[in-house]
């Protein structure tokens, strides 16, 4: 039976694990959960995926979510996965194991949070919170140092010195590109003082090209709608009107 990806490409990690299927030609259905459309809230969803979260699989009858899980059972279950994703040496794997851990207690929190509280609540229904943002853009601001100074360390050009891709670099990648919905003033701000950072984005970007752009694409259509919604002054806090143009433009 063919691999279904239950996903949304607004999310993060949906992103990694589609451009994952199809850099390494794994067949699959893409299945889509919108969640400004709160689908994945639904009861039908909630029966694949008690979290109520995407990504999530369906291989035949196993089901699995949490999209770091999905990843390394891709990459062990499929054949043809280059080994440089997910390496069979035990070491190098466990090294990859802590870079995808600390990413969901750091990088992960800082940058969801800044880009939710900062540009994307009202198209959840929710007011924009400056308070949280600022929180959140130190977390974030000192989770990107920290991949500077420590998980880009050594002369590779990808995280952990190495000269090829991990599924850690796909999924770090994804989350940092988030910020790509945020105006440029923002966005630049927070990213430009991380060379290595930017860098890491573009060899990742070359490496799963051109799957790595289309994907997300949809980042920078929600960025021009966004920039809309804002000159002509619709998205005020928490208005039900500017989060229903808002689930219509995207």
Known sequence: MTLKVYADRMSQPSRAVIIFC????????EIKVELSKRQHLSPEFKEIN???????????????????????????????VADHWYPADLFKRAKINSALDWHHSNLRRGAAGFVLNSALAPALGLPLNPQAA?????LLSASLGMIESFWLKGNGRFLLGSSQPSIADLSLVCEIMQ???????????????????LQLIEETRNATRPHF??????????????????????????????????????
Do not use: W
């Open 213 to 250: 752009d289309e994907l997300h694409a949809i980042l920078y259509k929600v960025k021009a709608r966004l920039r809309e919604l804002r000159v002509a002054g619709t998205m005020n806090r928490g208005n039900p009107g500017s989060r229903t143009e808002l689930q219509s433009k995207i």
């Open 22 to 29: 199809k850099v390494n030609g794994i067949e699959f259905e």
């Open 50 to 80: 008690p979290m109520k979260k995407v990504p999530t699989i369906v291989d035949g009858r196993f089901k699995l979510f949490e999209s770091h899980a999905i990843l390394i059972y891709l990459a062990c279950a499929f054949p043809g």
């Open 134 to 138: 600022a929180e959140a853009e130190k």
């Open 179 to 197: 910020l790509e919905v945020l105006d440029e003033e923002d966005r630049n701000r927070i990213l430009s003082p991380h060379k290595k950072v």
